[in-house]
C-alpha cells in the first residue's frame, strides 16, 4: 500500500520526488530538472547529470545489475548494468520481463 | 430522535441498499429514444432519468445489462418505453423489475397512438412511479453496504503517480471497511497479470485473471490498437508493464477476490476485476467505444458510486450512480476546477500525500453515499451509453463462495 515512510514524504516532495510504494527502489520525478542542477533531498545532494521531466524514474539507492525495479511495489524490469542512487532509471539501463519496448521507428504507423 | 425518514439509504427488497432513488425512462430501442427524453425532461427537479438499448435486433448482453441497472440499488422504479415492434423482450424485464418491488409499467408507442400520447401518458407513468418510490424504506448506509467502481479516462503522465495511487489507497481502506471495489480494463494490464494472479484469491482463479488479460491482448492487437507507443517513454515509462501500473495502481494492494463480467453481481465484499472485453470472435468492433460504457458496466455489477480518475481532464458523470472525478493533474484542475471533486495533483506539490488524498476520497465516498452530489451530479451529467456484445459464463474459480 504506498503509504508515508521512514522517509519523510513531504522533504522528498520539495525534492520533487515521489516514492510511491515503501518496498520501491525508485523514485518518480515531479518537476523539471536541468543537467547541472543541484537538489537538496532531505539535507543530501543530488548533482542532476542528465535533464528530467516529471514522469522520469531515478534510483532510490543501488541497484545491482540483474535486480528488479519495482514501482509502486510492482515489478516494471529489471536492471541490465548496476544502478546508482538518483541514475536515471529507463531504456539503457532497464528491461521488460514482459516484452521489449518498441524504440521509435519499430512501431506500426497506425498506433497512437 | 432521529426518524428513519431523515436516514440517506433505501433498502431495497435483495437487501442492497440504494444511495439514491432514480425513477428510469427506459427506451428499448433507439426509435424509443425522443419519447423518453421528453417524458423525462418534464421533471427538471427530480431523479428522472433516461437509460435504454438503441438495438433492433435482441442481445443477451443487452437485456442482462438492462435487467441488472433497472434493478440497481439506487432506482426505485422504472418506466419503460417500447416502439412496439423492436424485438426486445419487454414484458420479461417488466416482470423482473417488477419482482425487485419496484415500480413499473411500460407504454408501447404503437400500442397508444404515437409520440404525443406517449409522452403525456408517460408523464402521468413517472407521477405515478415517484409516489411510490418516496415510500421505500430508509435505511443508514456503511461503506461496507457500497459497491465501488474505479475507471479512469482522459488519462496523462500524471495519472498513474498521483490520481490512480490515490484511488488504490482509497480502494484499500474501504475494502478494510468491509465494501466491496470494482476495478477493469484487463486490456490495460498487460505486463500486470502475474503480480495479479499472486493477489488471487485461489491459485484457479489467478489462471483466471491471467487469462482474461491474454484475452484482451488478443482483442485488442486484431483490432489493431497499438499498446506501448514512443510518447509513452519520451514521458519517462521504460516498460509496457510500468505503463499499466499506472491503470493497475487504482487496485490498491487487497487480495483479489473475484472476477466479474459486465451486469454480474458480487458474492462477496472485497476487490474485483471486471472483465469489459467480448469473448468469442470479434464482432461488433472495438468494445470499450467510450468510458461511459465500462462505467455503465460496472454500475450494472452494482456499483453505488464511480470513483473516475482524469489527468486532461473528463467531464463526464452517469445516470443511476454518482461520479467522482479525482483530478491527477494540478494544471487540469485549476484548468476545470467546476467538474473535478479532489485535487490529487496536490500530490505533485509538497501539500498532499498518497495517503492524504486517499483519505479525503474516502470521506467524500461517505459523504455522497449519505446524498451530498459530485460536481457531475449538481451538473445533471447523467451520461449513459450501452452497445453490443456477447459473453461466455464466467468460469467456475471466478466468485467468491457467498
Known amino acids: 500500500m504506498p503509504t508515508q515512510t521512514h522517509e519523510d514524504t513531504i522533504e522528498l516532495a520539495r525534492a520533487g520526488l515521489i516514492l510511491l510504494d515503501p518496498t520501491d527502489n525508485c523514485y518518480v520525478v515531479t518537476r523539471d530538472v536541468s543537467v547541472g542542477s543541484v537538489v537538496d533531498v532531505g539535507g543530501e545532494r543530488w548533482t542532476v547529470t542528465v535533464a528530467l521531466s516529471p514522469g522520469h524514474k531515478v534510483a532510490r539507492g543501488a541497484i545491482q545489475a540483474g535486480e528488479v525495479v519495482t514501482k509502486l511495489a510492482v515489478p516494471i524490469g529489471v536492471a541490465l548494468v548496476p544502478i546508482s542512487r538518483f541514475e536515471h532509471i529507463h531504456l539503457h539501463n532497464l528491461a521488460s520481463q514482459y516484452i521489449p519496448t518498441h524504440e521509435r521507428g519499430d512501431v506500426p504507423p497506425e498506433s497512437e | 430522535m432521529m426518524s428513519t425518514a431523515s436516514l440517506p439509504g433505501y433498502l431495497r427488497q435483495d437487501g442492497r441498499k440504494g444511495i439514491r432513488n432514480v425513477i428510469l425512462v427506459a427506451y428499448l430501442v433507439e426509435c424509443a429514444h425522443h419519447a423518453s427524453k421528453a417524458i423525462a425532461s418534464h421533471f427538471p427537479d427530480e431523479e428522472v432519468e433516461v437509460i435504454g438499448f438503441p438495438g433492433c435486433y435482441p442481445n443477451s448482453y443487452a437485456h442482462q445489462m438492462l435487467t441488472a441497472l433497472c434493478t440497481h440499488p439506487n432506482v426505485g422504479g422504472v418506466l419503460l418505453v417500447s416502439l412496439g415492434c423492436e424485438s426486445f423482450d419487454r414484458e420479461s424485464l417488466s416482470e423482473s423489475i417488477r419482482a425487485s418491488g419496484r415500480w413499473s409499467e411500460t407504454i408501447v408507442i404503437q400500442g397508444v397512438g404515437g409520440s404525443t400520447p406517449t409522452v403525456t401518458l408517460g408523464i402521468e407513468a413517472v407521477e405515478r412511479g415517484l409516489a411510490q418510490a418516496k415510500k ?110 499506472g491503470a493497475y495502481a487504482k487496485s490498491g494492494s487487497s487480495p483479489i477476490v473475484g472476477l466479474l463480467k459486465p451486469a454480474v453481481q458480487p458474492t462477496t465484499p472485497g476487490l474485483y476485476l471486471m472483465d469489459p472485453v467480448p469473448d468469442g470472435e470479434i464482432r461488433w468492433g472495438f468494445p470499450n467505444i467510450n468510458d461511459t460504457a465500462t462505467v455503465v458496466e460496472m454500475i450494472a455489477c452494482g456499483a453505488q458510486i464511480i470513483l473516475f480518475t482524469t489527468g486532461r481532464g473528463s467531464v463526464v458523470g452517469s445516470a443511476i450512480s454518482p461520479v467522482i472525478k479525482v483530478c491527477a493533474n494540478p494544471d487540469t484542475f485549476a484548468r476545470m476546477p467546476g467538474d473535478m471533486d479532489v485535487n490529487a495533483g496536490s500530490i505533485l506539490s509538497a501539500d498532499a500525500t498518497i495517503a492524504s488524498v486517499g483519505d479525503e476520497i474516502v470521506d467524500l465516498v461517505a459523504r455522497v453515499a449519505a446524498g451530498e452530489q459530485t460536481k457531475s451530479e449538481a451538473m445533471g451529467h447523467r451520461e449513459f451509453t450501452l452497445g453490443y456484445k456477447s459473453f461466455e459464463p464466467l468460469g467456475p474459480s471466478c466468485l467468491p463462495a457467498a
Open chain 2, 136 to 245: 421505500a424504506p430508509r435505511t443508514e448506509v456503511l461503506l461496507s453496504d457500497l459497491v465501488v467502481g474505479a475507471e479512469c479516462g482522459g488519462s496523462d503522465g500524471t495519472s498513474g503517480i498521483t490520481a490512480n495511487p490515490a484511488v488504490g489507497y482509497a480502494f484499500d481502506r474501504l475494502v478494510e471497511q468491509g465494501a466491496t471495489c470494482i476495478f477493469e480494463e484487463p486490456g490495460e494490464l498487460l505486463g500486470t497479470e502475474s503480480h495479479m494472479a499472486g493477489r488471487a484469491g485461489s491459485p484457479e482463479l489467478g489462471r483466471e485473471l491471467i487469462g482474461t488479460v491474454e484475452k484482451a491482448s488478443d482483442y485488442y492487437h486484431q483490432m489493431g490498437h497499438g499498446s506501448f507507443s514512443p510518447g509513452n517513454y519520451e514521458g519517462g515509462l521504460t516498460t509496457i508493464e510500468e505503463k499499466s501500473i
